[in-house]
């Protein structure tokens, strides 16, 4: 199972593409700083679309800006609509959409005119379940490409930067200048990789809308072999459908000399990417759980990507042991109790420091997110414990469900070896309850 959600979408467009600007500094601004919500390995920023905010996921492998979910959005126009068909990452059949051109896109300071959007007609394909937040759409390349961009994971916050000579001299003083190319309007870097034994190079797409680590295809190298310890899961969510494959560790991992050992490494089955499009020489992906143990600044216009390590370069890399994929399914009204604490005033004539224990608690109701178990690993902790796919979370290690967050649920789920879980479900109308240890099988 995935510790966290992986987005890799790469798209295949039944239409020709044109080219639209990209987003540029209004009121003489040359920097602007935009907080980002960081879950799972995953960036989400607020845009403004022909001026409805919206949720994006900044994904650097995708190329156009595409829209779903937006059924609580209603008030959103768009111009110039006209069908197309979209594929991607997983096993099924294209997905119908809309092109939407001419729109305006606006967020802290910077804004893009004349601007092209995707929008996926299926509801059924929704991140916000597999979040936590709310998610409108994702976008890519049409932010990145003029300006500099940092990602500042530390502080959760987004810096774009006028691309001028100032600038870059200051990012070459301050972080390590790694190469990349740009194809098809994604970038790629070179990596060094030991697997198995086996030292090579790889050229790897850089996509921070992956929330894994590494992600590698079969079948593109000889020096690419799963490694002997494995489990199969489930690896995330494509346009086209459910991704399958493999887990394993790698030894080692290098980026332009920065160096990391057994980092988990997913290797998606051949179904899932029969859609994408490689560029030549592309190996596979390195994703949120390598570059978040940087600061790093994108260069698109002069193809430069800008690393320094942060606080977290050193953390262990952790995955999901329990088997479980949780996700959103719905909400509830949750009846709360609050305490009343009350100091008798002056003209009482009681004593100011006695408390009124009478009607003390009062009630409120609030909606509190539902959890639902969507997959689960075959042979993993969880399922031979007797959790089913389906079952209606009620409470884990004894408090309430709707206490945690979809990301603490998943920390949790990715603790230290041997730790018990206890976790009560509804099922069938009937409230059972399951208890497993979680064990690393890598």
Same mark, same amino acid.
């Given at each position: ?47 403004? +679309? ?22 609580? &959005? ?80 530390? /502080? ?15 990012? &070459? ?12 309007? /994604?970038?790629?870097?070179?990596? =060094? ?24 295809? =079969? ?5 690419? &072999?799963?490694?002997? /310890? ?45 859609? +994408? ?8 992906? +390195? ?15 002069? =193809? ?30 949750? =009846?709360?109790? +609050? ?24 009630? /409120? ?34 408090? &309430? ?11 949790? @789920? ?27 099988? @890598?």
């Amino acid at each position: 199972m995935k510790n966290s959600i992986s987005i890799f979408l790469l798209l295949v467009f039944a239409i020709p593409l044109f080219a639209q600007e990209g987003f540029h500094f209004v009121d003489g601004k040359e920097k602007v700083s935009i907080p980002f919500k960081f879950i799972n390995n995953l960036l989400f920023i607020p845009i403004k +679309v022909n001026g409805i905010e919206l949720n994006f996921l900044l994904d650097s492998g995708v190329e156009e800006t595409i829209l779903f979910s937006l059924e609580d &959005k209603k008030e959103i126009n768009f111009y110039n609509i006209e069908k197309i068909t979209l594929r991607g990452l997983g096993s099924s059949d294209a997905v119908e959409g809309l092109k939407s051109t001419n729109n305006v896109l606006e967020t802290h300071g910077i804004q893009a005119t004349n601007y092209s959007l995707y929008v996926i007609l299926d509801q059924s394909f929704n991140l916000s379940s597999h979040v936590g937040i709310p998610v409108n759409g994702i976008i890519g390349y049409h932010f990145l490409k003029t300006n500099l961009v940092e990602i500042n994971y530390d /502080k959760k916050k987004l810096i774009v930067y006028k691309n001028n000579e100032k600038n870059r001299k200051r990012l &070459k003083q301050k972080f390590n200048e790694v190469p990349i190319t740009l194809e098809r309007n /994604k970038p790629y870097v070179v990596t =060094q990789m030991s697997l198995e034994g086996n030292n090579f190079p790889a050229k790897l797409l850089i996509d921070i809308g992956n929330s894994d680590a590494l992600w590698l295809f =079969q079948n593109l190298s000889e020096s690419i &072999k799963i490694p002997e /310890k494995n489990f199969n899961d489930y690896l995330g969510q494509g346009f086209s459908g459910d991704v399958f494959g493999k887990r394993g560790r790698m030894d080692r991992f290098s980026m332009n000399g920065f160096e990391f050992k057994n980092p988990i490494v997913a290797f998606p089955d051949s179904s899932s990417i029969k859609n +994408v499009k490689m560029v030549s020489g592309r190996l596979g992906s +390195v994703g949120g759980e390598i570059l978040r143990r940087f600061t790093l600044v994108f260069d698109y216009p002069n =193809q430069f990507l800008y690393l320094k390590k942060n606080k977290e370069f050193n953390t262990p890399f952790m995955y999901n042991k329990s088997g479980i994929e949780m996700q959103h399914n719905g909400l509830q009204w949750v =009846q709360e109790t +609050v305490k009343l604490e009350t100091i008798p005033s002056e003209s009482t004539g009681i004593d100011k420091n006695a408390i009124n224990i009478t009607n003390n608690f009062r009630y /409120k109701f609030e909606l509190k997110p539902i959890y639902q178990i969507s997959n689960l690993r075959e042979n993993s902790p969880a399922a031979n414990s007797g959790l089913q796919k389906g079952d209606v979370v009620i409470s884990i290690n004894g408090a &309430k469900a709707y206490r945690y967050s979809l990301q603490q649920i998943n920390s949790l @789920l990715k603790s230290e070896d041997d730790k018990w879980i206890a976790i009560e479900v509804e099922r069938d109308s009937q409230i059972l309850k399951f208890k497993f240890q979680l064990k690393d099988v @890598l």
